[in-house]
Nanobody
Framework: QVQLVESGGGLVQPGGSLRLSCAGSGFTFSIYFMSWYRQAPGKERELVATITSGGGNTNYADSVKGRFTISRDNAKNTVYLQMNSLKPEDTAVYYC?????????WGQGTQVTVSS
């Protein structure tokens, strides 16, 4: 079955960097768009970034443009989120997502905490 496993979260100081990874299995990873979402306490889950199947096109939420970069390695069935210049408001659980034949699949999430 479809599985998405995120890793790379942690505690980081403001201005720091983290790289999240999401490993996919149980589906043909290379043909699907992949997305990162995040959910902060008391807030709705929001889209952070999306990357096309081949990696040639990306889109970002305005709040992360210029600071975050989404990328993928189809040979490793993995999508990444490089996060630089982190701010306390980036604190959230980060999830990767894929939609296959209209069904949405989520990973378990990885916690990112930005605090001094």
């Amino acid at each position: 079955q479809v599985q998405l496993v995120e890793s790379g979260g942690g505690l980081v100081q403001p201005g720091g960097s983290l790289r999240l990874s999401c490993a996919g299995s149980g589906f043909t990873f290379s043909i699907y768009f992949m997305s990162w979402y995040r959910q902060a306490p008391g807030k709705e889950r929001e889209l952070v970034a999306t990357i096309t199947s081949g990696g040639g096109n990306t889109n970002y939420a305005d709040s992360v443009k210029g600071r975050f970069t989404i990328s993928r390695d189809n040979a490793k069935n993995t999508v990444y989120l490089q996060m630089n210049s982190l701010k306390p408001e980036d604190t959230a659980v980060y999830y990767c997502k894929v939609t296959i034949y209209g069904q949405t699949h989520w990973g378990q999430g990885t916690q990112v905490t930005v605090s001094s």
